[in-house]
């Protein structure tokens, strides 16, 4: 399966042409048939930060999942701060709260990580709460170390089986070849094939991931919405509206023009991700 996954499949940018809306039509039919068929829980781990993980919680596999939750895992002190401790009654909560949902995307901290699967492996049999653990992971070297020693120990500790182990590749620079970027994520699979490995699930540099952030809105949020920004700039200008104000239509404008590109190659690799 890994040969054809890797054989089958060429690293490409999705572009805009005619068949777009088709490209798109498909994709949400597959989306109706999965949300038909069965609920999806997945977990989107690393013990690295600095990987995206949030970004693909929220703006990858959420939206695209019928009423999703987001489920933050993070553990916070009395004082507000901090600390880098999950503890098993959080981890009650969260399985308690898996069982009450359809759907659920629970984006696990950095520092909560190794503590989520240490307790994995504590309450035997609460990997199979997850349909999948969706691994992020960056060009820079540590955090492709990082991301391996997740994979392994996901597999190799708690024992879930490749076929629900996913790699993302995230902040990739297009010009880039995929494999020589991440040698050392693809150097492990070829050594221990413990994880599915698809040369298009690569979430490309965008400036939209920073601009984004603080928006209450995903990236299709933006797409879909119906304001014509365009037109309020002009009556902003005609108005003599504060520059304030104008700075900020400014900014939608090029934060919808963005997520228009961005949602159709998020389509793609959410397709490739839950196939």
Known sequence: MRQGMRQGMTRRRSNSNPNAMRVR???????IDQQERHTMKIAVINFSGNVGKSTVARHLLAPRLEEAEVIAIESINSDGME?????GNQFDELQDQLMTLRNAVVDIGASNAEDFVNLMQNYDGSQEDFDLFVVPTVPAMKQQVDTIATLRSL????GVPASRLRVVFNMVDPRRDLEKLFAKVFEAHEDDQGFMLCTDAVIYENPIFEKIKGFDRS???LRNDPTNYVAMNADAIEQ????EKKAWIRQMVALKRLANRVTSELDAVFKVLVQ
């Open 240 to 243: 003599g509206e504060p520059e």
């Open 155 to 158: 597999s190799e500790d708690i």
């Open 25 to 31: 039509d498909s994709v949400a039919a597959a989306l």
């Open 219 to 221: 990236i299709i949020e």
């Open 83 to 87: 600390t880098a401790t999950l503890r």
